[in-house]
């Protein structure tokens, strides 16, 4: 469905752009992004379909200069965090460009882990919401057409197409963790980031694709949701998941009561032998 262009946004010619885009080691998506037109000031943003309103780390909105008012308390997995907003005349992502933005500010440092250079901020739904954006899948070259299977390493959890940047770096991850001493070729950098590009398109242009393709998505909280049925065997439950880029590393996450009712969490189950911890970064 066509949208409407909001008054204070550009999209300039062409229509459709591919937009470079790196992948983190911590299975983060990064884009440039140029603050009041300044080329210098381009730097590395985390295109985060999880967050609602951008952000700009404290560093970075110091050394542009930007102004400062008010203040705000915004809602993360570490609590609520307070801040101030930073203002900015333009920002440019590819052709895409923002009059009088307004940003958070809070320390972004140690959210991305392996990029190619400093991250400035986080490229939220306020932005993202204003173009089309089509990001390729990585697929894991050992990747077996079947349902997965065994990869011969006796775990029973053979590699699988891989429909998100997060769950393939931490799949190559994993790999490499398991085999250190085998020879494997892959696609995935096991060390350092990956370049690859993202297409955005003018979201006045009724995109071309096969319509089977594309899911009903709600919007809460000016967050991406999709309805999604879980199923663990019998037990089946209907949910709605926030849809996340900026989850780096995580396949899926969900809350207690979820887990409960799919029996992850039952009795019978509490003698399995526990799968590992992981450590969630996030702003704050």
């Known amino acids: 469905v066509s949208l409407d262009m909001p008054l204070d946004t550009e999209f300039r010619e062409p229509s459709t752009h591919e937009l470079p885009a790196w992948v983190t080691t911590s299975g983060h998506i ?4 140029t603050i009041d037109g300044d080329q210098e000031s381009a730097g590395y943003w985390l295109f985060d379909t999880g967050a609602s309103g951008s952000v700009i780390d404290l560093a970075a ?20 965090l307070p801040g101030n907003f930073r203002s900015c005349r333009t920002m440019e992502l590819g052709p895409l460009k923002v009059n009088d933005m307004m940003l958070m500010e809070m320390d972004c440092s140690g959210l991305v882990r392996g990029g190619p250079g400093p991250v400035l901020g986080i490229i939220g739904c306020d932005i993202l919401s204003r173009a089309v ?15 997965g299977g065994d990869d ?7 590699d699988r197409e891989v429909a998100s940047f997060a769950a393939a770096m931490a799949i190559t991850s994993m790999r490499d963790n398991k085999n250190k001493n085998k020879k494997k070729e ?19 242009i009724t995109p071309d694709v096969d319509d089977s393709k594309w899911m009903d998505v709600r919007w809460v909280s000016s967050l991406p949701h999709l309805d999604v049925t879980c199923v663990n065997g019998d037990a089946r439950s209907s949910v709605m998941f926030m849809v ?36 969630v970064r996030g702003v704050g």
């Open 30 to 33: 990064l884009v440039k992004a």
């Open 186 to 204: 892959t696609s995935l950098p096991l060390r350092g980031c990956r370049e690859i590009a993202i297409t955005m398109t003018d979201p006045r």
């Open 61 to 80: 909105a110091a050394k542009l200069g930007l102004e400062s008012f008010g203040s705000f308390k915004v809602k993360g997995m570490a609590g609520d």
């Open 152 to 158: 011969g390493d006796g775990d029973g959890d053979g």
């Open 244 to 279: 996340d880029s900026g989850a780096g590393g995580m396949q899926l996450m969900m809350n207690n009561q979820t887990a409960w009712s799919l029996l992850l969490c039952a009795p019978e189950n509490q003698g399995e032998k526990p799968r590992g911890t992981r450590t």
């Open 133 to 147: 954006w089509d990001i390729p899948r990585i697929v894991h070259p050992a990747a077996k057409e079947d349902d």
